[in-house]
């Protein structure tokens, strides 16, 4: 007996160790494979960004704080993923034809437009993207380099029919439904907004991290990023909680927290500049819109972030750990560090990096704004995150 278990143990060791060299190869071949793939255009480089531990805010707060580097994608964007399954279902129902003239409109603050004039470009369409005139003008410009026309309007109401999106939706409409097709593109009530994370992004990060993770943290524009991780993640993590990040002038704030669409920049008499009175572009937003609706239920609490502790974030991080994001970025991990002190050390939280800094520079990057609009931007060398976080 003694020597059939000596004899059972001996194979047993063999066909483990044998069976982690099979897997150890195949995790190797995969990651070569990974490495020194060819893609199929532009397409093909969207997605499977990487999560990336910031060392400053982990190190500070105790908790592992992670960051999806979306700013990774080939558009510089999130949006990438959002304006590649709105064109491609547009594509599978037949609305849409390539080569043929047909033009795809969008209604946009920035970079969902730079994400669809890339791609239309790319699958054979031209892109018509309406926008707000107060962005960075690296937005605009860069929407002309890919080849969009770009038209610019103010900043009003969304019950006034020349709103960005309200407009967009018409030249959609007067440019025809032959072959040659005007396509609304509808980013803030087409589904297939969350859809392409509740399909790509929120699968990622669950291969990433699994039920490690405690908290998710994100800003909401159009809210499809939110709903669609927030679907797919929390039916699979039973603990994970979801926090809304929103900068001044949004309502999203007061959604969550009270059920009420009210932001008190939108007082009588309070309004400072525009529609949404902050600095912060590409989250924030004063409706309730089809996208954000969908996980709305799903969302536990809400943070609000000013537009200094914002601009401070993005300088700390620079200082700190080398990394150049955009405002929405900022305002996230903002946020983030907010979650880890409320949850207490030994936590893992995910937050998205939407986009770098690089189409930032003339606005939220830009020291001569942001002391024209009053808002503090010098970080001192000895200033940490307990000196500007409340």
Same mark, same amino acid.
């Given at each position: 007996?003694?020597?059939? &278990?000596?004899?059972?143990?001996?194979?047993?060791?063999?066909?483990?160790?044998?069976?982690?060299?099979?897997?150890?190869?195949?995790?190797?071949?995969?990651?070569?494979?990974?490495?020194?793939?060819?893609?199929?255009?532009?397409? !093909?480089?969207?997605?499977?960004?990487?999560?990336?531990?910031?060392?400053?805010?982990?190190?500070?707060?105790?908790?592992?704080?992670?960051?999806?580097?979306?700013?990774?994608?080939?558009?510089?964007?999130?949006?990438?993923?959002?304006?590649?399954?709105?064109?491609?279902?547009? $594509?599978?129902?037949?609305?849409?034809?390539?080569?043929?003239?047909?033009?795809?409109?969008? *209604?946009?603050?920035?970079?969902?437009?730079?994400?669809?004039?890339?791609?239309?470009?790319?699958?054979?369409?031209?892109?018509?993207?309406?926008?707000?005139?107060?962005?960075?003008?690296?937005?605009? /410009?860069?929407?002309?380099?890919? !080849?969009?026309? %770009?038209?610019?309007?103010?900043?009003?109401?969304?019950?006034?029919?020349?709103?960005? %999106?309200?407009?967009?939706?018409?030249?959609?409409?007067?440019?025809?439904?032959?072959?040659?097709?005007?396509?609304?593109?509808? /980013?803030?009530?087409?589904?297939?907004?969350?859809?392409?994370?509740?399909?790509?992004? *929120?699968?990622?990060?669950?291969?990433?991290?699994?039920?490690?993770?405690?908290?998710?943290?994100?800003?909401?524009?159009?809210?499809?990023?939110?709903?669609?991780?927030?679907?797919?993640? =929390?039916?699979?993590?039973? =603990?994970?909680?979801?926090?809304?990040? &929103?900068?001044?002038?949004?309502?999203?704030?007061?959604?969550? =927290?009270?059920?009420?669409?009210?932001?008190?920049?939108?007082?009588?008499?309070?309004?400072?500049?525009?529609?949404?009175?902050?600095?912060?572009?590409?989250? !924030?937003?004063?409706?309730?819109?089809?996208?954000?609706?969908?996980?709305?239920?799903?969302?536990?609490?809400?943070?609000?972030?000013?537009?200094?502790?914002?601009?401070?974030?993005?300088?700390?991080?620079?200082? $700190? &750990?080398?990394?150049?994001?955009?405002?929405?970025?900022?305002?996230?991990?903002?946020?983030?560090?907010?979650?880890?002190?409320?949850?207490?050390?030994?936590? %893992?939280? %995910?937050?998205?990096?939407?986009?770098?800094?690089?189409?930032?520079?003339?606005?939220?990057?830009?020291?001569?704004?942001?002391?024209?609009?009053?808002?503090?931007?010098?970080?001192?060398?000895?200033?940490?995150?307990?000196?500007?976080?409340?």
């Amino acid at each position: 007996m003694a020597t059939l &278990d000596r004899q059972s143990l001996a194979i047993g060791l063999v066909t483990g160790s044998l069976l982690t060299v099979i897997a150890t190869f195949y995790l190797y071949k995969k990651k070569e494979t990974n490495s020194t793939s060819i893609v199929d255009g532009v397409d !093909g480089l969207i997605g499977n960004t990487p999560l990336m531990r910031i060392r400053s805010l982990s190190e500070a707060t105790g908790c592992t704080i992670l960051g999806k580097a979306e700013f990774l994608n080939p558009g510089g964007s999130s949006k990438d993923r959002v304006a590649l399954n709105v064109i491609r279902s547009a $594509e599978e129902a037949g609305i849409l034809k390539p080569h043929r003239g047909s033009t795809v409109f969008e *209604g946009t603050v920035g970079s969902t437009g730079i994400s669809i004039a890339m791609i239309a470009r790319a699958r054979g369409y031209r892109a018509w993207i309406v926008m707000p005139d107060d962005q960075a003008q690296e937005k605009y /410009q860069l929407l002309e380099k890919l !080849g969009a026309t %770009v038209e610019k309007v103010r900043p009003v109401s969304i019950i006034d029919k020349n709103q960005f %999106v309200n407009l967009a939706r018409r030249r959609a409409e007067e440019f025809g439904e032959g072959d040659v097709k005007g396509y609304f593109a509808d /980013q803030f009530e087409n589904e297939f907004n969350f859809r392409a994370h509740y399909e790509n992004t *929120g699968p990622e990060i669950y291969r990433q991290v699994g039920d490690k993770l405690d908290a998710l943290v994100l800003g909401a524009g159009t809210g499809g990023t939110l709903s669609g991780l927030a679907m797919y993640l =929390k039916p699979r993590i039973s =603990k994970l909680k979801v926090f809304l990040a &929103d900068p001044l002038g949004s309502g999203l704030f007061n959604k969550v =927290k009270y059920n009420v669409m009210y932001a008190p920049q939108e007082q009588e008499g309070t309004r400072k500049r525009h529609q949404v009175d902050t600095v912060v572009e590409g989250i !924030g937003i004063n409706r309730l819109t089809y996208n954000f609706n969908m996980g709305r239920r799903l969302v536990d609490d809400a943070f609000r972030v000013s537009d200094e502790e914002a601009v401070k974030m993005s300088r700390f991080l620079v200082r $700190e &750990d080398g990394l150049f994001l955009g405002s929405s970025s900022a305002v996230n991990c903002v946020a983030a560090v907010r979650v880890a002190r409320k949850l207490g050390p030994g936590h %893992v939280i %995910v937050t998205l990096l939407n986009d770098s800094g690089q189409r930032h520079l003339t606005k939220f990057w830009s020291d001569d704004y942001l002391k024209a609009a009053g808002i503090p931007y010098v970080l001192a060398n000895n200033e940490g995150l307990d000196d500007f976080i409340e």
